[in-house]
């Protein structure tokens, strides 16, 4: 079944939305040389700078402990993230190190799932039958490494036996005793021949 036309439409214009985070320099500071960059994808809105504790963030890892800074912003124009890491660096003058370009949708689920990570003891799986099952490290854990190094090194491998016969290549091959570019003349008709 074929969508309506207005669908197509609808999906023509939806914004692209994106998640800035920054180090060491404030956006705040900045801004109008950001905002101007992100013409270039025609820019709808830009959310208001929130400040992140001072912490090691994975995005930054060279930094260390560092104070960061977050925005999310929509555009019209289909963009991808480096491209808009790129446009921040030669359009707004940032260094490349200090920016985190990361598609909306993607942060949000980053986010949520390091939320849930923090401050859980023990698996991080939630269904309880794969949580610490009786006899799980007989399948899985060390144990079962060496019992599988044991069974590989007790197999039989048939290997092809050695042949007596030489193996034969193209140059062992008998060679034909005549040319194949001019062995044989064309039969020509004479002209004259079939004159009497």
Not at 52 to 63: A, L
């Amino acid at each position: 079944m074929m969508k309506p036309f207005q669908s197509y439409i609808f999906e023509l214009n939806k914004p692209y939305e994106f998640r800035v985070k920054m180090a060491t320099v404030n956006p705040k500071d900045v801004m109008e040389q950001i905002k101007h960059a992100l013409d270039t994808y025609q820019l709808e809105s830009v959310s208001a700078v929130k400040s992140i504790p001072i912490q090691e963030h994975r995005e930054f890892p060279q930094w260390g402990p560092c104070e960061c800074w977050q925005f999310d912003f929509k555009v019209t124009y289909p963009v991808t993230v480096p491209a808009i890491r790129q446009t921040l660096k030669e359009r707004a003058g940032l260094n490349p190190d200090w920016i985190n370009v990361r598609n909306l949708n993607e942060a949000n689920d980053t986010d949520e799932q390091e939320a849930h990570g923090k401050d859980h003891t023990g698996a991080l799986l939630d269904e309880e039958n794969l949580q610490d099952a009786p006899g799980a490290q007989a399948l899985a854990g060390q144990s079962r490494i060496g019992s599988l190094l044991k069974e590989l090194e007790s197999r039989k491998f048939d290997f092809a036996e050695d042949s007596k016969e030489d193996g034969k290549d193209t140059n062992a091959t008998p060679m034909g005793t005549t040319s194949p570019m001019g062995t044989t003349q064309n039969k020509i008709s004479s002209p004259v021949k079939g004159k009497k």
